[in-house]
T-cell receptor
Framework: DTEVTQTPKHLVMGMTNKKSLKCEQHMGHRAMYWYKQKAKKPPELMFVYSYEKLSINESVPSRFSPECPNSSLLNLHLHALQPEDSALYLC?????????????FGQGTRLTVV | GENVGLHLPTLSVQEGDNSIINCAYSNSASDYFIWYKQESGKGPQFIIDIRSNMDKRQGQRVTVLLNKTVKHLSLQIAATQPGDSAVYFCAENIRGGYSTLTFGKGTMLLVSP
């Protein structure tokens, strides 16, 4: 199994809603990541979890709240988002959190904030 | 301005041609590089990687070249096929610490039959 699975594939939410994005991998990877990708732009790192601990937060607004319940799961809780937060949210995992390991990406959740 | 980056650099080739996609990176401390392919509506897919102690690495139909002197990376695709049509990103990782992939701007490859 070399897959990173993200749900839902599409999400439309209002600015007052609370929703969560989910990510799952069963490759035994101990590092997991959230990236944000706007149209025609490269992915931008948001968070890094290593061994279920938040290691890096790239100055992401608090309306995005990550959670790593166990080594296979990564969530991104969303609250009070703005329309400019509409984007493709990508989850990735790698064997370790060191910089020389390949990261595998999920298919992403296409988020639209209305 | 706001319009910068809305139009990806595009490389158009005929099926069977060889393609070369280029990438400039900025950080001299980067020592691990990956090329990703991203098809429309999908997540980035790993193609090939290279460490800074190498200047060339070959995979199946793909070759990555690294020139650390001018901080330049290239991806060569041999006998390009319509299924190779996608956006290609180079990504760099900095020595030490945690993995924090920084992606380049991307190049759209269009392959005509």
């Amino acid at each position: 199994d070399t897959e990173v699975t993200q749900t839902p594939k599409h999400l439309v939410m209002g600015m007052t809603n609370k929703k969560s994005l989910k990510c799952e991998q069963h490759m035994g990877h101990r590092a997991m990541y959230w990236y944000k990708q706007k149209a025609k732009k490269p992915p931008e790192l948001m968070f890094v979890y290593s061994y279920e601990k938040l290691s890096i937060n790239e100055s992401v607004p608090s309306r995005f709240s990550p959670e790593c319940p166990n080594s296979s799961l990564l969530n991104l809780h969303l609250h009070a988002l703005q329309p400019e937060d509409s984007a493709l949210y990508l989850c990735a995992s790698s064997l370790t959190g060191t910089p020389d390991t390949e990261a595998f990406f999920g298919q992403g959740t296409r988020l639209t904030v209305v | 301005g706001e319009n910068v980056g809305l139009h990806l650099p595009t490389l158009s080739v005929q099926e069977g041609d060889n393609s070369i996609i280029n990438c400039a990176y900025s950080n001299s401390a980067s020592d691990y590089f990956i090329w990703y392919k991203q098809e429309s509506g999908k997540g980035p897919q790993f193609i090939i990687d290279i460490r800074s102690n190498m200047d060339k690495r070959q995979g199946q139909r793909v070759t990555v070249l690294l020139n650390k002197t001018v901080k330049h990376l290239s991806l060569q695709i041999a006998a390009t096929q319509p299924g190779d049509s996608a956006v290609y990103f180079c990504a760099e990782n900095i020595r030490g610490g945690y993995s924090t992939l920084t992606f380049g701007k991307g190049t759209m490859l269009l392959v005509s039959p």
